[in-house]
């Protein structure tokens, strides 16, 4: 069975380009998170998705955004990058919203901006 | 709003010591709690999930431990091998959130 799957694995990007950032969660699982890490505050929420919806959405500007499609796959995209906002961005998936499954986490996108 | 925290920051070991990492929580009112190892430049991945009604989870030289009243978690690894050097992240799922709220982690040299 596939894991999580983010692509891509890394990318360098100037400050005010935008970004979009894929993630394929394991066959069946309908709830796909994003996170941002960074070595400074760690890993921080930055939005779930659930039946091509978004249901929950941490403190981040609304430079940040995401959708899911029908078959559960995900995109998150920055707009108007700042030096900032370089950082590991982890997509996590598990089976159903409620909070008391086990989530699996990719790799992760590493974006750099210069 | 939960806050995690985990102590030590950093942690060495000469291989084949038994050590426990801790992990303690600010709002007990949790689903459960998650701990996840990291290695250098790649993802999180899953080592034991305790729900809330738990004590604790075993697998294989991994045990941890939750203490919802006091907020806290322990991770007991047993008989430590240099393959265990990584970062240790716990994280707790609050109840009526969908998000998890992770710790800074503990980075863990194993000494050969």
């Known amino acids: 069975k596939a894991g999580v799957t983010q692509t891509p694995r890394y990318l360098i990007k100037t400050r005010g380009q935008q970004v979009t950032l894929s993630c394929s969660p394991i066959?069946?699982?309908?709830?796909v998170s994003w996170y941002q890490q960074t070595p400074g505050q760690g890993l921080q929420f930055l939005f779930e998705y659930f039946s091509e919806t978004q249901r929950n959405k941490g403190n981040f500007p609304g430079r940040f955004s995401g959708r899911q499609f029908s078959n559960s796959r995900s995109e998150m995209n920055v707009s108007t990058l700042e030096l900032g906002d370089s950082a590991l961005y982890l997509c996590a998936s598990r089976y159903d919203r409620v909070n008391t499954g086990e989530l699996f986490f990719g790799e992760g996108s590493r974006l750099t901006v210069l | 709003k939960q806050e995690v925290t985990q102590i030590p920051a950093a942690l060495s070991v000469p291989e084949g010591e038994n050590l426990v990492l801790n992990c303690s929580f600010t709002?007990?009112?949790?689903?459960?709690l998650q701990w996840f190892r990291q290695d250098p430049g790649k993802g999180l991945t899953s080592l034991l999930l305790i729900q809330s009604s738990q004590r604790e989870q075993t697998s294989g030289r991994l045990n941890a431990s939750l203490d919802k009243s006091s907020g806290r978690s322990t991770l007991y690894i047993a008989a430590s091998q240099p393959g265990d050097s990584a970062t240790y992240l716990c994280?707790?799922?609050?109840?009526?959130?969908?998000?998890?709220?992770f710790g800074k982690g503990t980075k863990l040299s194993v000494i050969p």
């Open positions: 994280a707790v799922g609050g109840a009526g959130s969908y998000q998890l709220t």
């Open positions: 709002d007990s009112a949790i689903y459960n």
């Open positions: 066959s069946g699982h309908r709830s």
